[in-house]
């Protein structure tokens, strides 16, 4: 396996590619019309049909989009990290604290968020074994004492 600097040249593609796709959301959801009327419709759906905007279209697109990106993830996810039935959930726990720390609707709290737990989580492992699941949970209950809505998120 070629390796470049002593990191796998294939972790080092994934880590690319995730920068690529979190770059490319983010440039649609912040600089095309359809992320506009995302955004609308997540605010104000019945504003956006009385625009004229077909919303069960809008959202079919948008869960096609999020589906596809979940394929990818769990394509590149299982050749790099081992997979096995009942690791759904810790996935999905992790996914949970994630937004919850990021906060609800905003994409770089999201990668910060990602980011924070993941470093937390990777940490706890090296420095101590037995108590790393509750990590991320500390992380979890400091950000929701300190920032309901999470590091970046709105207040509403």
Do not use: W
């Amino acid at each position: 396996m070629p390796i470049i600097g002593g990191y796998p040249v294939f972790r080092l593609v994934v880590v690319a590619a995730a920068v690529l796709v979190g770059i490319g959301c983010g440039l649609i959801v912040h600089r095309t019309r359809f992320g506009i009327i995302i955004r609308a419709g997540v605010d104000d759906r019945s504003m956006l049909a009385a625009l004229g905007v077909n919303v069960p279209l809008v959202s079919v697109l948008v869960f096609g989009l999020g589906a596809g990106l979940a394929g990818l993830a769990g394509v590149v996810g299982a050749s790099a990290l081992s997979v096995s039935p009942g690791e759904d959930a810790r996935y999905l726990l992790s996914s949970l604290v994630v937004v919850i720390v990021g906060g609800m609707g905003s994409l770089a709290g999201t990668a910060i968020g990602a980011l924070l737990i993941g470093l937390a989580e990777q940490i706890g492992l090296a420095y101590f074994p037995t108590y790393s699941v509750i990590v991320s949970f500390v992380i979890m209950a400091m950000v929701l004492a300190l920032r309901p809505q999470g590091l970046m998120g709105k207040r509403r």
